[in-house]
């Protein structure tokens, strides 16, 4: 093949060179046994995984420009110039110019080799490059971007605040929307709406600042970006507890523009901390896309003040990172870990960060909880995303929990957990009642179980804090906190699960969520409290005792940071319950906090328990335990038991169901092991003879056969069968979606083409 290189003449008098040609060839780079555009003729395929380039050049003293043309790009290809990578190719169909700065010294005197070539996963598609130069001026110069010049500050203290900054762009989007016709028959077309798309912005320097597409984390505040001539918007944000700061940028080419934002915290948290007890780091937990020096940045801007780390399977302790960072003061942080096994995901914490971590080896769950109890320092075991739609991995399938007894089927007495992660914002369930409902389970069955929320954030835009817990503590100052104190109040249930709301309540102007109330009068006056920042909204609040809405509020929209304040008074209940307030609202779609799953999600914000003596005995008596008592009273049989049932809730009637449903198995149990004695004995007596060497051969047949089981085996075939065909479905699926991707991806490559 020809290189076709050529040094232009030197500086011109202007200070400015034209350009030094690389190359003016196109070269086809890609996968030869399978070109995705063979109708292009022009262009022969020349080279499989790579393309070298050689050309003369002189060391370089300021930054300069190389300019590439690429198109067909939909894998990561390397760009490397003397084999040192400089960047990748922007993914797109079109041949494009793209630009990639040299720093000084990236060319040398003499010969250089520019290389296109293999991606950063080893996949390759067909690509055509080349066409390439190099400008002689630095690239914001080249191209003629505006500086974008950002402080946020706080409006009250008017002191930079660690904090998010997001950017994005109006295009038109296309999007299938159902209609019906002239006969009522529905039919679908296309239409193009204006959508919000975050944009790439060119960074100096990215000290103290963590950058993604259209996301900025800064330190203190300040960040510089260089982007093109365009009209943009700008949000400055701090995560739940502040309000956002907008701005629409028309900015020229070469303009430099100084943005002031302030923001004001909007929602009063006094008395608790913001805690995300579920943090990873690509670091140590090996996916996602953030490093440590970006995580404890991320932390800080979005205005979490206990930072639990739980990386899969190690222990990370942030504060020499921070330190280096100079954040050690911006929050408290714990070492924590995700103990990751094949029965489900668990938070333990504190943790020794000197420890061995838990073996996670274990698919025994008692052992397993056992093993995390033991590890050095511990105090509270969460169980995560514990209905996740993810493989195999969710705990209560597992254990076969059943949400309306909140017993596990898999014959687990007792789980030995604190808490369970109710809202994961990572993997928010559809059904928002679901992981409530099994909790609401659960403490019916007699578990204290706490509900708690959290990020499980693993890359830069998966919020970290988004999901989180408010925390009782006597110290607002997370520099000070006392993490005894935290763990005290996590254990007690001092706790408010939120996910863009804040809900918390008040019994009769003093008790507290976490409280037992001792001696209720005949009415209970709940006064509830919702908050979020003004760009949240409620619609709907609903209390739970025992699990059953026993009211609702529908909720206006409002920019205010209260969004509820009432009380409502309920009747007390005649037996012991557990009162919850639940508020819930639309979900956030706005770029700068967009909720997981988008527009069909939700955001929430409960309340822990507070617990109600109504039956004045001085103490808590959960579902399960009035069940257990009236079976014991009256019998198992729902017609003697059905009187008294009447006076209780359904939680109560769905506890005795259980415990009649435990009784006939035991009994069938009980029955079975005596048929198969019997049976046993049976063999034996027909089998029994006198001669050795008959006796022998018996002996040796029954060796072999398996032991006597009556029950018909079709009931263990046919369970066989449905996870067969389960694993062969979803595997299938996954099979055929990547093959239709596939296949549109070369269709829509082949039209462009033709
Ligand atoms: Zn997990
Ligand atoms: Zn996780």
């Known amino acids: ?48 995984s790579k393309v070298e380039i050689e050309f003369d050049s002189k060391e370089n003293e300021r930054k300069l420009v190389l300019e590439i043309q690429a198109g067909g790009v939909s894998e990561d290809w390397k760009v490397r110039l003397n084999d040192k990578e400089i960047g990748v190719l922007k993914k797109g169909e079109d041949l494009t110019a793209q ?66 900054i997001t950017v994005t762009k109006l295009v038109d989007k296309k999007e299938k929307e159902k209609y019906k016709d002239e006969d009522g028959k529905e039919r679908e077309r296309e239409v193009t709406k204006k959508a919000e798309e975050l944009v790439d912005l060119t960074i100096d320097d990215k000290k103290d600042l963590v950058v993604r597409k259209g996301i900025l984390y800064t330190r203190k505040g300040q960040a510089s970006f260089d982007i093109p001539a365009g009209e943009y918007m700008l949000y400055a944000t701090r995560g739940f507890e502040y309000g956002v700061h907008k701005e629409r940028l028309k900015l020229e080419k070469r303009d430099e523009r100084a943005v002031d934002c302030m923001i004001r915290r909007e929602v009063d948290t006094t008395g608790y901390l913001a805690a995300d007890t ?55 942080t714990i070492v924590g870990n995700e103990v990751t096994t094949s029965i489900g995901h668990f938070n333990a914490f504190p943790i020794d960060k000197k420890s061995d971590p838990p073996n996670a080896d274990h698919s025994d769950w008692v052992r397993l909880v056992q093993e995390m109890r033991k590890a050095s320092g511990v105090r509270v075991v969460i169980v995560n995303h514990p209905r996740r739609s993810l493989g195999r991995q969710n705990a209560f399938e597992m254990i076969q929990l059943n949400p309306l007894t909140g017993e596990s ?46 990020s499980d954030s693993h890359a830069v835009n998966e919020i970290v804090g988004q999901a989180r817990t408010y925390v009782a503590s006597s110290i607002d100052d997370p520099r000070k906190i006392r993490i005894d104190e935290v763990c005290d109040s996590f254990l007690a249930g001092k706790l408010l699960v939120s996910l863009g ?15 037992f109330i001792e001696a209720p009068g005949d009415e209970l006056a709940v006064e509830i409290k919702v908050q979020g920042p003004s760009w949240t909204r409620a619609n709907r609040v609903a209390l739970y005792l025992n699990g059953i809405e026993v009211a609702s509020r529908e909720v206006p929209p409002s920019e205010e940071s209260v969004k509820f304040f009432e009380e409502i008074r309920i009747r007390t209940p005649d037996h012991d319950a557990h009162l919850i307030a639940v508020a819930t609202g639309p979900a956030i779609t706005a770029p700068f906090w967009p909720i997981a799953g988008g527009e069909k999600k939700y955001v929430m914000g409960s309340t822990n328990p507070i617990w109600i003596d109504g039956d004045r005995d001085g103490k808590f008596t959960c579902a399960f335990e009035y ?115 596939r296949k549109e991806e070369d269709s829509k490559r082949k039209k462009r083409r033709v």
């Open 1 to 48: 093949m020809t290189f076709l290189w050529l040094a232009l003449a030197a500086s011109s008098a202007a200070g400015e060179s034209p350009p030094l040609k690389i190359t003016d060839q196109l070269y086809h780079v890609g996968d030869n046994d399978r070109p995705e555009w063979k109708d292009i003729t022009s262009i022969q395929p020349t080279h499989k």
């Open 99 to 164: 630009y990639f700065e040299l720093q000084r010294n990236a060319l040398r005197n003499g010969k250089n080799k520019l290389t296109v070539g293999e991606t950063r996963d080893g996949n390759i598609d067909d690509i055509y490059v080349g066409k390439a130069a190099i400008h002689d001026r630095p690239l914001r110069d080249f191209l003629g971007h505006a500086r974008v010049n950002v402080l946020v500050r706080d409006a009250e203290s008017g002191d930079g605040l660690p904090s998010r």
């Open 278 to 332: 579920h943090i990873h780091t690509k670091t140590h937990s090996g996916h996602g896309d953030i490093d440590m020096e970006e995580r404890v940045i991320t932390i800080a801007g979005e205005g979490v003040e206990l930072a639990v780390a739980t990386d899969h399977n190690h222990h990370t302790d942030y504060v020499p990172t921070m330190e280096k960072v100079g954040i050690k003061d911006a929050y408290a």
């Open 409 to 454: 089927h898999s014959g687990i007495e007792s789980l030995g957990i604190d808490a369970v992660e109710i809202l994961n914002g990572k993997t928010l369930e559809d059904d928002r009642m679901l992981t409530l409902n099994d909790w609401f389970g659960l403490l019916n069955r007699g578990y204290r179980m706490k509900a708690v929320a959290a």
């Open 501 to 515: 709301l804040l809900t918390n309540m008040r019994v009769d102007g003093k008790h507290q969520v976490g409280d």
């Open 627 to 741: 069940a257990s008592d009236l079976a014991a009273r009256c019998g198992l049989s729902g017609r003697s038991a059905e009187k008294s049932l009447a006076n209780y809730d359904r939680a109560v009637a769905v506890q005795f169901a259980s415990i009649a449903r435990a009784r006939i198995e035991m009994e069938a149990q009980e029955a079975y092991r005596k048929i198969m004695a019997e049976a046993d004995r049976k063999l034996d007596e027909l089998l029994l003879v006198k001669d050795p060497a008959v006796a022998k051969s018996f002996k040796e047949y029954l060796n072999e056969a398996p032991d006597l089981d009556v029950r018909t085996r079709s009931d263990e075939k046919e369970r066989m069968a449905r996870l067969k065909k389960e694993d062969e479905d979803s595997r299938k699926k996954r099979k055929d979606a990547a093959e239709k991707k």
